[in-house]
């Protein structure tokens, strides 16, 4: 039994897009503050220009039902579904207009990369960027960081009922507080304790370093935005490779692991059981596979001959690794990870990162609970294979408390994971029909689908536009985790009866 | 005897610009692209690489400065000393077009000295041109189309707010 979206659902669906494309609309005021103190005048008038559209469409879509209903489960899903792509089209406007990218599409990749965290990008000449256009690069990995609909939740901005609903269709699982807008408001006070503390320490290593005042706190702020919500982004083409710095890239690795855990456990670790850290499954799965993936990532580099045992190793392998499960901050070029890091190092770094991250995290990727979960059903299929027949077997894990695996957590677990399969293999697909090899298709599907920014050299500007197109859908897709995507296929085909076309 | 003594003093100046790596390389100039995705071969070998210096020079632990120097869209790091990063007046940002350098160093894939960094230790660094500030192009249409679409917004929201208030009476 499918249920269609009725006309008075979709002017339900369309006012709150509506309201999400406003927001962005008025988070375009920070960039055009920037713009007027570093006198940026033509960069100004872009984001003027930008915010003029966002704010008359999201209001013309706000008109479209004035006073909504309840917001319903199928609702919540078709607005975030179209709300991120309305959100990424309007974002793109300004940056479209900066002489930065080739075309709207490329600007549309990368505010969807911004918003979903990715740190996958096609701007071209990055280095002679606009300090205001910079400015909005990384604003919306922290507001994407966090969820477009939580940052919406936690202003409270005339989201009725249904806000946990939208809480989850953003791809989140687990209601922190009792009440699902003070979960949001912890979402964002997390952040800003984790985003000042990084800002302060990254600006003072980059003073040392010999950055300006202000060039110093600008690059601190969004290095650490970039790195806190696992987005990638960074001010200058080389990545972190900019900075020539331990301290930097260590403070940064911090940051991508902090991003990389669940709000939830933070909450617990605030409230004091810090022993919730060593005894969590998704911590201890996380732990596992960047501790095993760092090893594999070390013999590859060694196994190359370049690399000498040493800092080395922790700057670009072991980096690399937590890099890939989380942010996709580099501290190598693309060609190093294809010619320097051996097969084994270059499959543990496409291991790490489609595991990805820890549930309600910032993070991406199939996360660290459901490989637990499904390891431990396998576990669980073993044991009951051996016991005698007449034994129930009953398997525990713990996550922030203890639990019993059932089949309706394991069957959950695996839905997800094939659906991440299955996005993986088809972009390495589509990268093979356009002529990339193996590796590379693989490497980089994985990167846009598990959102971890991390690029071989496939993402440029001069990458085929339906390739582009490819890795928009996996990056919106992945970072939502698929349901809401789907109800969305599954809307447009009732909405057109293509099942009643393909019966006929 | 003075023509002779001169003639040798030229023959020395002439031999030893010959011989510095300043001049006397005479390896293909690369692009930062180029040397990023270069023959691993190459590893160790003494490179000419051209490109502009961005951003701002940078203290290098143990001792002298970095300078990012960007070509075709790909950015390198190069390991100079005080007086090679002094020697540079305009650095590449959205301001200014920077300094382009040529800088004949060696290249390290895997650097021992900077923990693993993919860098060029410049034997000899030179600014071949200078850069300068650079253009904005004002468009004032672009402010007119969106303050026209702020208007618009604004009666919308009129509208919706009234319409909203009509409906709960």
Redesign the interface.
């Known amino acids: 039994m499918w249920l269609k979206l009725g006309r008075g659902d979709l002017m339900l669906v369309a006012h709150y897009v509506g309201m999400l494309v406003?927001g962005i609309?008025l988070a375009m005021t920070i960039p055009v503050i920037t713009g007027l103190l570093y006198r940026?005048?033509?960069v100004v008038?872009?984001?003027?220009?930008?915010?003029?559209?966002a704010?008359?469409v999201?209001?013309?879509l706000?008109?479209a039902d004035?006073?909504p209903e309840h917001v319903r489960h199928t609702h919540a899903l078709a607005i975030t579904a179209f709300g991120w792509i309305a959100a990424a089209m309007a974002a793109a406007v300004p940056l479209a207009?900066s002489g930065n990218y080739g075309s709207y599409l490329d600007a549309t990749f990368d505010t969807i990369s911004g918003l979903t965290v990715s740190g996958l990008t096609v701007v071209?000449?990055?280095?002679?960027?606009?300090?205001s256009d910079n400015m909005w690069r990384h604003l919306l990995q922290l507001i994407g960081g966090q969820g477009i609909v939580v940052a919406a939740l936690s202003f409270a901005v005339g989201l009725r009922g249904g806000a946990f609903s939208l809480y989850l269709a953003e791809g989140r699982d687990e209601r922190i507080m009792p009440n699902v807008l003070h979960t949001a408001r912890f979402i964002w006070f997390v952040t800003a304790v984790y985003v000042a503390a990084g800002t302060a320490t990254i600006f003072a290593e980059l003073t040392?370093?010999?950055?300006?005042l202000d060039?110093g706190i600008l690059h601190a702020f969004w290095l650490t935005a970039a790195a806190f919500d696992t987005g990638g982004f960074a001010p200058?083409?080389?990545n972190l490779?900019?900075?020539?710095?331990?301290m930097v890239e260590m403070t940064a690795l911090v940051l991508m692991i902090a991003g990389s855990i669940n709000f939830a456990l933070h909450a617990h670790v605030w409230r004091g059981a810090r022993g919730e850290l060593w005894k969590n499954l998704e911590t201890r799965v996380l732990a596992g596979v960047v501790a095993a993936g760092s090893v594999l990532v070390a013999v590859g580099?060694t196994a190359s001959g370049?690399?000498?045992p040493?800092?080395?190793?922790?700057?670009?392998g072991v980096f690399q690794m937590i890099s890939g499960h989380s942010a996709g901050h580099q501290t190598?070029?693309g060609?190093?990870l294809l010619?320097?890091f051996g097969s084994v190092g270059l499959i543990a770094i496409i291991i790490g990162m489609a595991v990805g991250g820890s549930l309600s995290s910032t993070g991406g990727g199939i996360k660290a609970l459901r490989v637990g979960v499904i390891t431990k059903s396998i576990l669980l299929q073993v044991k009951q294979a051996l016991a005698p027949p007449s034994s129930t077997l009953r398997i525990r894990y713990h996550h922030l408390s203890e639990r019993i695996l059932t089949p309706e957590v394991t069957g959950a677990a695996a839905t997800v994971f094939i659906l991440y399969l299955g996005t993986y293999l088809l972009g390495t697909v589509a990268g093979a029909i356009y002529g990339y090899s193996l590796p590379e298709a693989l490497f980089e599907s994985v990167s846009a689908t598990a959102n971890s920014g991390l690029s071989i050299g496939v993402t440029s500007p001069s990458m085929p536009s339906g390739l582009k197109l490819v890795y928009m859908f996996q990056m919106w897709a992945g970072r939502l985790e698929f349901i809401a995507v789907l109800v969305l296929i599954a809307q447009i085909v009732l909405a057109f009866d293509l099942k009643g076309v393909l019966k006929r | 005897m003075r023509r002779l003594l001169l003639s040798a003093v030229l023959l020395l100046l002439f031999t030893g610009v010959a011989v510095s790596p300043a001049f006397g390389f005479t390896g293909p100039t690369l692009s930062p692209a180029e040397v990023?995705?270069i023959d691993?071969a190459a590893?160790g070998s003494v490179i000419v690489v051209e490109g502009e210096a961005?951003?701002?020079?940078?203290?290098?632990?143990g001792g002298g400065?970095?300078v990012?120097i960007?070509g075709d869209?790909?950015?390198?790091?190069i390991w100079v000393t005080e007086e090679m990063a002094e020697s540079i007046e305009y650095f590449?940002?959205?301001r200014n077009?920077g300094d382009i350098v040529r800088v004949v160093g060696t290249l390290n894939?895997?650097?021992?000295v900077?923990?693993?960094?993919?860098?060029v230790h410049a034997q000899s660094f030179a600014v071949i041109s200078r850069g300068g500030p650079?253009e904005?192009?004002?468009?004032?249409i672009?402010?007119v189309?969106?303050?026209?679409?702020?208007g618009?917004?604004f009666v919308?929201?009129r509208?919706?707010r009234q319409?909203?208030e009509r409906?709960?009476l």
């Open positions: 406003v609309g940026e005048w033509a008038l872009d984001f003027v220009l930008g915010m003029g559209v704010l008359a999201g209001t013309l706000m008109n004035i006073r207009l071209q000449d990055l280095d002679h960027m606009a300090v040392y370093l010999g950055f300006s060039r200058q083409r080389m490779m900019y900075y020539h710095s331990l580099l370049r690399f000498e040493g800092l080395g190793l922790l700057r670009k190598v070029y060609t190093q010619q320097d | 990023v995705e691993r590893d961005i951003g701002e020079h940078l203290r290098a632990r400065r970095w990012n960007l869209d790909v950015g390198l790091g590449g940002d959205h077009d894939v895997a650097c021992d900077h923990d693993g960094e993919f860098d650079r904005q192009e004002i468009e004032p672009k402010g189309v969106g303050v026209a679409g702020m618009i917004a919308l929201w509208t919706y319409r909203r409906r709960m």
